[in-house]
């Protein structure tokens, strides 16, 4: 084949794909003026929820902060969002779930499920999530059906305690044995290893004590039993994280309702966007 020939071969063949896809473009328009106002109104309704829900489900979360647990981290009220990707995104809310890519690693700031997360069924939860998220979380729609309360279903905690590891409080602080060690090791020294240290609130027993008065748990066993695992210790099994509050007397984490498992991490708490004053990063 002759260079001219080549040219002649390469012009008509653009020519044809140019003239095809112009006449594909020109019968989707003509498909698109021929539907009705409200199918179009449909198409981008269902579009928007498609994105929402993938954007929600397989990259980030947004969430609001419900209570002080985790001053001065964060404050009543604020937005931030959460990654999902790295500790593995739900299929379906509750049921099925993609495997982390790495280990949770101590002092992240962690969205988990609580124990009643999807007690009602994927579908219902799918619904629940895409309005809440949509929302920027200031609509959450599920109640308790007693006190007629929203339900906080995903925590905000920080991971304190790792698989292996144990957690004990010695004179109002945080102690923790690694993995195949012997040794108590303060929190704080713990904390100064850091790149980015963080801060702790309040960790007075006392006031904890005080908080925990509302727990609807029987006050005598429930104390003793709390007592007794704070001075002797958790033990963390594999697979599962001990998470707590950075204000710790206000906050019911992993020394009411014991270690939680890995699987149940929903992802990292990475920036937060309102209030603009107080917008970045999260430590």
């Known amino acids: 084949m002759t260079c001219k020939k ?38 981008t309704i269902l579009f928007v929820v498609a ?20 001053v001065s981290t ?24 993609i495997p982390a890519f790495r280990e949770v690693k101590r002092g992240e700031v962690i969205s988990f499920e609580s124990e009643k997360y999807a007690q009602n069924g994927p579908v219902i939860e799918f619904f629940h999530r895409f309005v809440y998220f949509i929302t920027f979380s200031f609509a959450n729609l599920k109640q308790d059906p007693q006190t007629h309360e929203p339900v906080v279903d995903l925590l905000i905690k920080r991971a304190i305690g790792l698989p292996g590891e144990s957690v004990r409080i010695r004179h109002d602080t945080i102690e923790i044995r690694r993995e195949f060690e012997n040794t108590w090791i303060p929190e704080e020294q713990l904390i ?28 005598k066993e429930f104390y003793h039993e709390l007592f007794y695992k704070a ?40 920036f937060r966007f309102f209030p603009f004053s107080r917008a970045g990063a999260i430590y």
């Open 6 to 43: 080549l040219e002649d071969w390469l012009v008509l063949t653009t020519e044809k794909f140019l003239t095809y896809r112009k006449r594909r473009i020109l019968i989707k328009k003509e498909k698109t003026k021929k539907r009705p106002a409200f199918v179009e109104l449909l198409y």
């Open 51 to 70: 994105a929402v829900m993938l954007i929600n489900m397989f990259l980030f979360q947004n969430y609001r902060i419900p209570s002080r647990s985790m």
């Open 74 to 97: 964060l404050e009543v009220g604020d937005l931030i969002f959460v990654e999902k990707p790295m500790f593995g995104p739900e299929i379906l809310p509750g049921t099925l779930k």
């Open 192 to 219: 100064n290893e850091r790149p980015v240290p963080y801060t702790i609130a309040s960790n007075r027993e006392s006031n904890f004590r005080d908080f925990i008065e509302q727990s609807p748990y029987d006050r």
């Open 231 to 270: 001075c002797n210790g958790w033990y963390i099994p594999p697979g599962m994280f001990f998470p707590m509050g950075d204000k710790r007397d206000e906050s019911r984490d992993a020394r009411v309702y014991g270690p939680v498992p890995v699987s149940r991490i929903q992802g990292k708490a990475v």
